[in-house]
């Protein structure tokens, strides 16, 4: 499969700040590639360069063969994009707006046919600012189908919705890679990443800490087992740093969770502990890392950049 | 191009669903014709003197407040950052969106026009060139607002920014005061705004020679135009991010700076600031020819009784008139002491024949009144005394009774400096109405009318 979106060392900087240093990733066609990190990472810099809404200071990025750096334009042609808060005018109608967004591009699909396929038709001569939140993403994702593009961008795209019409849209973006289409995604929801996203890239700190798919980034961590118990009465956490190494622990009174490479040591351990300082266990869990947990782990330590064996 | 097409059409539609817009766009030049109707009606034609000012009054509502604040305030809701991501260039959203903004701005100047022509105005002079000059004048100020919008981070500062050039070019750049009833150093300062030039070529399509008249203000409003409209291109901000403060590029303002100030000075160069108030001066000084034949000798009592004596207020705007008992401050009285004392001798009073002289000291009460100075009211009295005790009471009111019957005939005087009191009404039109008025006044007062 060709390489939809290709960004190669990308470099942007505020001022003294430099927000994105050295990113680069590529998607293939028909893959859904998420964009994970948490506020500040510079995913959104990474995006908006890709876009053509900020100016990088360097670096390669191609959408479909296009260098969307030397020839803007054109590779807006091969984007749909959906931001996060969808900005139209107030008394725009989704008709109007797919007509009108419609008309910026060579080729356009038929706003009916949109309006249909997006549960829009009962809303399509409402005013834009009578529409309901999951109304108006779902508009957004329409805008983002107008002209039928090759990559779709998702900035965000289930923020603010109830459940239902979160899950409404999964299922679209699901339908969109079934159509062949690349979707590059950014999200805070790491469920949903794992949900929907063949790879994800962990961006911290202006670079790519991670990439790969949701399970590889799991085997990542292969061998460390998260581990939570409860207490009838709190230990010193000097105590349990004995047992659990102190690294990746966290102690909050009478809770105590961390990570071990032999969870059948450290349960021995900590049973050991608790019968010494006769403290009684009131629950025990011992189950693998969750993408959320390796995330927490890679985006806190400030790790290196590092790729997940394909 | 098709996009550029969908996106004027929409921005026009999408104004009409939006009743503020609508209140800004359309009531309230309505308003302003309305308040010019009443002021100035008694005026002979309503409103067609003032067309020049009320259609450039619309045109900098709707170009430096409509136009900025719709875009700055769509900017900052993430509208046009929406749009960015589609590939039409930058150009063509400006050059949409400042289409857009001139259709809205024709049909308010279309509404003022019908309805300044239901209250009984006439037909402009020149309607094709009126159309022309407005095109004009909303190019200048529609780039003009580009500009404002690119400079205002946010809708507040655009009400500040426009402010700043919509009441300086009202009140001292020649749209709502008259630039002859300005002090010297004012009428030069306007040869730098826009406003000046663009009620001189909307004036002149209405009631002068046309677009020939308006050889100097259409390139000039021109060149103010397009100075504009390249800055506002190049500085367009898409998002509300960036900050004007942050921009780079700033340097594209200097054009539009330059462009105002090369207009300013040619204007300076060419003496055409001064060269209207001279020409004024020149009719002030101008004798009419002396006719030896005193026609009005043949008025009767019963052409004065038959003269339509529906005259304004004495305590109103338009021709007042100090009672008696109204007394003046000590400063205006020393004015007063001082026409009293020149009139007299004042040459504009001694040259020509009775009828012109007669015509030329009612000026002396209708410039005052023309451009409402503190004076006005007191200056009528003075001005009765002296015909009185210049001319015998019967002769007197034949001469006023004439000037009433041919108000258009002979000339008017525009300047009383002479006379110790300053300032000039600008427009001959003006002065010979109010010495209409005026005439009028003298003779209710001398034929005992005022006290039936």
Redesign the interface.
């Known amino acids: 499969m060709p390489d939809n979106v290709v960004v190669r060392d990308l470099r942007k900087r505020y001022g003294g700040t430099e927000a994105v240093r050295g990113v680069s990733f590529a998607v293939p066609a028909g893959e859904i590639f998420g964009l994970l990190g948490p506020n500040g990472a510079g995913k959104t810099t990474t995006l908006e360069c890709l876009l053509g809404l900020r100016e990088p200071d360097g670096g390669h990025l191609e959408v479909c063969g296009v260098d969307a750096r030397r020839d803007p334009r054109t590779a807006k042609r091969k984007l749909g994009v959906a931001l996060q808060s969808t900005a139209l005018p107030d008394k725009i109608t989704p008709r109007e707006a797919l007509g009108l967004f419609g008309a910026f591009y060579p080729e356009h699909v038929a706003a009916d046919g949109l309006l249909e396929r997006f549960a829009l038709t009962a809303k399509a001569d409402a005013p834009f600012d009578s529409l309901s939140g999951g109304q108006k993403q779902r508009l957004a994702l329409a805008l983002a189908f107008v002209h039928a593009p090759e990559v779709v961008v998702l900035d965000e795209p289930t923020t603010g919705l109830d459940p239902q019409a979160r899950r409404e849209l999964h299922d679209e973006i699901l339908r969109i890679k079934r159509d062949g289409k690349t979707v590059l995604l950014t999200t805070h929801d790491l469920a949903e990443a794992e949900q929907l996203c063949d790879r994800i890239a962990i961006i911290d700190r202006g670079r790519i800490v991670a990439t790969g798919t949701p399970a590889e980034l799991v085997a990542r961590a292969q061998g460390k087992q998260s581990v939570s118990l409860v207490t009838d009465r709190p230990l010193a956490a000097a105590l349990w740093a004995g047992v659990t190494g102190g690294a990746e622990m966290s102690c909050d009174g009478a809770t105590v969770s961390f990570r071990t490479a032999d969870a059948n040591a450290s349960v021995a351990a900590v049973t050991a502990l608790l019968a010494e300082h006769r403290v009684e266990l009131v629950e025990l869990h011992v189950r693998r890392a969750t993408l959320e947990e390796i995330f927490l782990g890679l985006t806190r330590s400030g790790a290196t950049a590092t790729e997940a064996a394909p | 191009m ?2 550029l ?3 004027l059409k ?1 921005s026009v ?2 104004h009409f ?2 009743t503020l817009a609508l209140i800004y766009g359309y009531l309230f030049p309505l308003i302003f014709l309305v308040a010019f109707w009443v002021l100035y009606r008694h005026e002979k034609v309503p409103l067609l003197r003032h067309m020049g000012e009320l259609l450039t009054v619309s045109v900098l509502g709707g170009a430096c407040f409509g136009l900025p604040t719709s875009m700055v305030s ?1 900017r900052e ?3 046009w ?2 749009y ?6 930058t150009w063509a959203f400006v050059v949409s969106t400042a289409v857009a903004r001139y259709l809205i701005v024709l049909s308010a100047g279309l509404l003022q026009l019908g309805l300044a022509l239901a209250v009984g105005m006439t037909l402009p002079e020149h309607p094709l060139g009126l159309f022309v000059a407005f095109t004009f004048v909303a190019f200048a100020l529609i780039g003009l607002g580009l500009v404002i919008a690119t400079l205002a981070d946010n809708v507040p500062a655009v009400q500040a920014l426009g402010q700043c050039i919509f009441l300086p070019m009202l009140i001292i750049g020649g749209v709502a005061v008259q630039l002859a009833s300005l002090p010297t150093w004012a009428q030069q300062l306007s040869a730098f705004f826009p406003g000046r030039y663009a009620v001189e070529a909307i004036q002149a399509c209405v009631t002068g020679d046309g677009l020939a008249a308006a050889r100097f203000s259409l390139p000039a409003l021109a060149l103010i135009g397009v100075a504009g409209c390249i800055a506002g291109t190049k500085l367009f901000r ?2 509300s991010a960036q900050r004007f403060a942050t921009r780079s590029g700033k340097l594209w303002l200097i054009p539009v700076f330059a462009a105002w100030a090369a207009v300013g000075v040619l204007a300076e160069w060419q003496a055409r600031v001064s060269a209207r108030v001279a020409a004024e001066m020149a009719a002030a000084i101008a004798v009419a020819p002396v006719s030896k034949e005193k026609p009005w000798l043949a008025l009767t009592s019963k052409d004065v009784a038959q003269l339509n004596f529906r005259v304004p207020s004495d305590y109103g705007v338009v021709a007042p008139y100090a009672a008696p008992d109204d007394e003046a401050t000590d400063y205006t009285k020393d004015e007063l002491d001082n026409v009293r004392r020149e009139l007299p001798t004042w040459r504009p009073g001694l040259r020509g024949d009775d009828v012109q002289r007669v015509r030329n000291l009612l000026c002396v009460a209708a410039v005052p009144d023309a451009i409402q100075m503190p004076v006005e009211r007191y200056l009528p009295p003075v001005v009765l005394q002296h015909l009185e005790d210049t001319y015998p009471r019967d002769q007197l009111i034949k001469i006023l009774t004439w000037i009433v019957l041919h108000p258009d005939d002979g000339t008017v005087v525009d300047n009383i400096e002479a006379l110790g009191v300053q300032g000039s009404a600008g427009d001959p039109f003006v002065v010979r109405e109010r010495s209409y008025l005026y005439a009028l006044k003298f003779i209710i007062r001398l034929t005992g009318r005022d006290r039936r």
Do not use: F, K, M, S
Request: proline share 8%.
């Open positions: 098709n996009g097409g969908e996106h929409l539609r999408l669903r939006n769509e809701r993430g509208v950052r929406r960015r991501l589609t590939p039409l260039p898409w998002d």
